[in-house]
């Protein structure tokens, strides 16, 4: 299947060898070439079409088959990489991240206030599914906040959000890591400069990090924040800045606005960022991106922790900041004083 010379026999061998289940690989390439041939129509190709097309043509497919637009997502995540087009993953990242926070959230009301509370919450709403464009979401988080604030209070509201929407990053061996060193200034550290060296190796090998090609503009700007990576402590919190979820276009564009909606990761909150619509959603939402972190080191600590939102480009700063709260017990064994 050699379909128009995109590699598509080598592609389907790539996938085999993946172990990527043969029915799976049958939907991917239908879903890739349907992409191709819609990008033919408007003249335009897969090795240089305009920002924009995909999330236009995923938006159409998600409105008519999510199955097949769950395809498109899947297919192309490992199609762009395979062909060395690892700058089409950020358009890619546009449709797809966080993509399931809101049903986790429709589930997770469900089973802590139950499915009454639930069905109020979202009556006459529908989730945007897969492949959605990203800019449909914000409308969707404006009235399930205000409803859940109204209905169950802002408190329990941000105790829903807090375990995060969406999973948080993998622990690994860093939980082994840290027990062993006994000293968490300096696991803190050695994870500092870890992130570093992968920014760096990006860097060299010209490939994407968060989806984004690295450059020394992008390596010089996260050495400047000492607190990107892993985080630094200050007395008993971690401070942890994230790294901006676009940062070559944060860097460069000019308007506050739009380094903000750069900054942002989140699809259910960056476009009303972009249309200036930002202050009709809770600013409470942002206790699920701390949730991100709170997961990791629920697991690191081995129990429950406090994370809480110290700035943030929903709120109207141009960093997303966080305070991790390191309880009592991990202070007396892991800090040297």
């Known amino acids: 299947m050699e379909e128009n010379g995109y590699k ?41 079409f305009s920002y924009g097309k995909l999330i236009e043509y995923s938006d159409q497919l998600a409105s008519k088959d999510r199955v097949a637009a769950r395809h498109l997502i899947l297919g192309l995540w490992r199609y762009f990489p395979f062909i060395g087009m690892h700058n089409r993953i950020e358009e890619l990242l546009d449709i797809a991240e966080s993509a ?17 509370v639930r069905d109020e919450i979202f009556k006459d709403i529908e989730i945007p599914p897969l492949g959605a464009h990203p800019e449909k979401k914000p409308e969707v988080t404006k009235l399930v906040m205000k409803r859940l604030e109204e209905r169950l209070g802002k408190e329990k509201t941000k105790e829903l959000l807090r375990p995060c929407l969406h999973g948080g990053p993998p622990v690994g061996k860093d939980k082994e890591k840290l027990n062993e060193l006994k000293d968490l200034d300096k696991f803190l550290k050695i994870k500092n400069q870890e992130f570093v060296n992968e920014v760096e190796r990006h860097r060299s090998d010209g490939t994407a990090m968060f989806a984004q090609l690295v450059d020394d503009e992008v390596l010089d700007y996260v050495k400047t924040i000492p607190t990107m ?32 909606y750069y900054w942002c990761y989140c699809p259910w909150v960056r476009g009303a960022i972009k249309d200036g619509t930002e202050r009709e959603i809770s600013p409470n939402f942002c206790y699920c991106s701390g949730g991100y972190f709170k997961l990791y080191w629920d697991e690191m600590f081995d129990q429950l922790i406090n994370v809480e939102p110290l700035q943030t480009a929903l709120w109207g700063d141009m960093v997303c900041k966080f305070a991790i709260e390191i309880p009592n017990e991990i202070m007396k064994e892991y800090v040297r004083k």
Not at 16 to 32: D, W
Not at 100 to 116: Q, S, V
Not at 238 to 247: D, G
Request: glycine content about 6%.
């Open 100 to 116: 399931p926070a809101m049903n986790t959230l429709y589930d997770r009301i469900a089973e802590w206030h139950g499915e009454t």
């Open 229 to 260: 990576g892993a985080g630094v402590r200050d007395d008993n919190k971690i401070i942890v800045t994230k790294v901006p979820y676009q940062i070559k276009k944060f860097l460069k564009a000019g308007p506050n606005h739009m380094k903000r």
């Open 8 to 48: 598509f026999d080598q592609f389907k061998s790539f996938l085999l060898e993946s172990n990527v289940p043969e029915n799976a690989i049958l939907g991917f390439l239908e879903a890739v070439n349907g992409f191709i041939r819609f990008l033919e129509e408007k003249n335009e190709t897969i090795n240089s």
